[in-house]
Nanobody, 123 residues
Framework: QVQLVESGGDSVQAGGSLRLSCAVS????????MAWFRRAPGKGREGVAV??????THVADSVKGRFTISQDNAKTLFLQMDNLKAEDTGMYYC??????????????????WGQGTQVTVSS
């Protein structure tokens, strides 16, 4: 079982920036997907961004141009969030699925989840 631990959540003003991190316990599989999801108050979990081992990324339309997903050699996952808006408020989760050859941005696809980190944006 892969362990995921998010950090970096905070309270910021609209227009500000945050960088979320997700530390991932070691795994040996070379094929995997890693993604960020969020859950706004009173809403379901939605996909934010996904990345594969080759660096292919996909970002949800709601955050395109403002959020960037990346990972380092240690497979730590990052989400750079710029020009934050009040509607970006929510709990942010990282997720991964191993031994796969294509990636998706839907919650049902992932079987390893972190506990989440809270992002609050005030207008």
């Amino acid at each position: 079982q892969v362990q995921l631990v998010e950090s970096g959540g905070d309270s910021v003003q609209a227009g500000g920036s945050l960088r979320l991190s997700c530390a991932v316990s070691e795994f040996t599989q070379s094929r995997y997907c890693m993604a960020w999801f969020r859950r706004a108050p009173g809403k379901g979990r939605e996909g934010v961004a996904v990345i594969d081992p080759e660096g292919w990324t996909h970002v949800a339309d709601s955050v395109k141009g403002r959020f960037t997903i990346s990972q380092d050699n240690a497979k730590t996952l990052f989400l750079q969030m710029d020009n934050l808006k009040a509607e970006d408020t929510g709990m942010y989760y990282c997720a991964t699925r191993l031994d796969v050859y294509w990636c998706a941005l839907n919650t049902e696809y992932y079987n390893n989840w972190g506990q989440g980190t809270q992002v609050t944006v005030s207008s």
